[in-house]
């Protein structure tokens, strides 16, 4: 069974610095999807970015990338100038793509503090 | 286009009642998803389902179950509600390639 691990439970960051969040998975499927979501304190769960496993190139949107190690099943993402309202909790995920490896797996969850 | 929509947002059942957790997406998704996340942790996978007619177990499906008779709906029931129960239910609709969340469903069993 796939599983996402997220070994951080908490992180800090001061407001405009960089940060990163780290993410491994376990699968032996060659073809996948990893997700970042956030959740702030409403409860809404906002897709972050998505990186697909084919792709080598790493996914970007905006001031959020992802460093994606297939070999090492590992997929961290970078926060670069740090916001105020990037603080919420962080969550990665992992969604097969072969029949019977639809499940949508989260880790943990990690939890982003931004210090002004 | 309304999304993933979740009814109720909030509900207080006493240990031994059951209810439903409706949940409705106008996307025409084949996937949705039920998620149960207790306080501090991540969310932990119910019931899943690949389109109208199949469902599948998840990581935590023992007190729940679930029906997909329609591309649009994916109730969420709880029979003999235990204070175990206790957590934020969310919902979720996609493609292979991305997801959305309903606001979920904030469910105390006294």
């Known amino acids: 069974a796939q599983t996402v691990t997220q070994s951080q439970p908490e992180m800090s960051v001061q407001e405009a610095e960089t940060v990163t969040l780290s993410c491994t998975y376990d699968?032996?499927?060659?073809?996948?999807?990893l997700f970042w979501y956030k959740q702030p304190p409403s409860r809404q769960m906002i897709l972050v970015i998505r990186?697909?496993?084919?792709?080598?190139q790493n996914a970007t949107e905006n001031r959020f990338s992802v460093n994606f190690q297939k070999a090492a099943k590992s997929f961290s993402l970078k926060i670069s100038d740090s916001q105020l309202g990037d603080a919420a909790m962080y969550f990665c995920?992992?969604?097969?793509?072969?029949?019977?490896?639809?499940?949508?797996?989260f880790g943990k969850g990690m939890k982003l503090t931004v210090n002004p | 286009n309304a999304g993933v929509t979740q009814t109720p947002k909030f509900r207080i059942l006493k240990i031994g009642q059951s209810m439903t957790l409706q949940c409705t997406q106008d996307?025409?998704?084949?996937?949705m998803y039920w998620y149960r996340q207790d306080p501090g942790m991540g969310l932990k996978l119910i019931y899943y389902s690949v389109g109208a007619g199949i469902t599948d177990k998840g990581e935590v499906p023992n007190g729940y179950n679930v029906s997909r008779s329609t591309t649009e709906d994916f109730p969420l029931r709880l029979e003999l509600a235990a204070p175990s129960q206790t957590s934020v239910y969310f919902c979720a609709s996609g493609l292979v390639y991305g997801y959305t969340f309903g606001s979920g469903t904030r469910l105390t069993v006294v």
């Open positions: 990186q697909e496993a084919y792709k080598q």
């Open positions: 699968t032996s499927e060659s073809d996948y999807y």
């Open positions: 995920a992992y969604r097969g793509i072969q029949g019977g490896s639809e499940k949508l797996v």
């Open positions: 996307m025409n998704h084949n996937y």
